[in-house]
Nanobody
Framework: VQLQASGGGLVQAGGSLRLSCAASGRTGSSGAIGWFRQASEKEREFVGAINWSGGLIYYADSVKARFTISRDNAKSTVHLLMNSLKPEDTAVYYC???????????????????WGQGTQVTVSS
């Protein structure tokens, strides 16, 4: 499985960005795609995940009601729409694939087998 994250950039607080994660290879029909972020000198943090086949979605409390995950199966792409961005959302954002379990509740990095290269999101105050 190969993942390509894109869409990061610089945005003012209160603004929006949409990240995309294009998946290729053996993504399978029962897997899940997760989004994580890692701020400078901090551990990688779970943002949310979507079940590839059923569209089940789970968000971390810190982003719930501001971030929306969606999928475009025809394009094998998962999107992360981030609204009402805050300076504390500044981080490198990664997408990751769990091609087997199908659960959206895996929130630890080691539970995902494949990772994209990350895209920088910077929110200015």
């Amino acid at each position: 499985v190969q993942l390509q994250a894109s869409g990061g950039g610089l945005v003012q607080a209160g603004g929006s960005l949409r990240l995309s994660c294009a998946a290729s290879g053996r993504t399978g029909s029962s897997g899940a795609i997760g989004w994580f972020r890692q701020a400078s000198e901090k551990e990688r943090e779970f943002v949310g995940a979507i079940n590839w086949s059923g569209g089940l979605i789970y968000y971390a409390d810190s982003v719930k009601a501001r971030f929306t995950i969606s999928r475009d199966n025809a394009k094998s792409t998962v999107h992360l729409l981030m609204n009402s961005l805050k300076p504390e959302d500044t981080a490198v954002y990664y997408c990751a694939a769990d091609p087997v379990s199908g659960t959206v509740y895996r929130s630890l990095p080691y539970e995902y087998d494949y990772w994209g290269q990350g895209t920088q999101v910077t929110v200015s105050s």
